[in-house]
């Protein structure tokens, strides 16, 4: 059996063995998705955030914006767009104030991680930056 560094090839061949041995024990494992950002680990299915294995404590909105920014990072967010993800309806008028109350409450915890900044962009909505080490 040759695979040339296919993984997928591997697996399926190990998948078509098993089968030939019902009685052998399956174990299904599930793994946590885990968001690695620099200087900070996102575990969704917790609802934690860690940097350099402390807990940043944030409420459910907050964790919500921050995760919705996380991976769309790099990308502007609309206030609209980020209200309406977060409170799971269409935005009203009061929605730009909502995200930026919390966009600061954010920011003031995580200011302690110099990697990553929440950017405004103005009159528009939110973007996350995620400063990365350049290989020379």
């Not at 991680?113 to 950017?119: A, D, E, M, R, V």
Request: hydrophobic letters at 35%.
């Amino acid at each position: 059996m040759e695979f040339a560094n296919n993984e997928s090839a591997a697996f399926a061949e190990i998948m078509n063995v098993l089968q030939k041995y019902p009685d052998f024990c399956r174990y299904t494992l599930k793994g946590e998705v885990i968001l690695s950002l620099p200087d900070l680990e996102i575990r969704p299915e917790r609802r934690k955030i860690c940097s350099n294995s402390h807990e940043i404590t944030m409420t459910k909105k907050e964790f919500d914006i921050f995760y919705l920014l996380a991976v769309n990072k790099g990308r502007v967010l609309t206030y609209e767009q980020i209200y309406q993800s977060v409170w799971n309806g269409y935005a009203t008028g009061g929605e730009r104030t909502a995200v930026v109350y919390h966009i600061r409450n954010i920011r003031k915890k995580l200011s302690n991680i110099p990697t990553l900044s929440i950017q405004c962009v103005r009159e528009l909505g939110y973007c996350m930056e995620v400063e990365t080490e350049e290989l020379q």
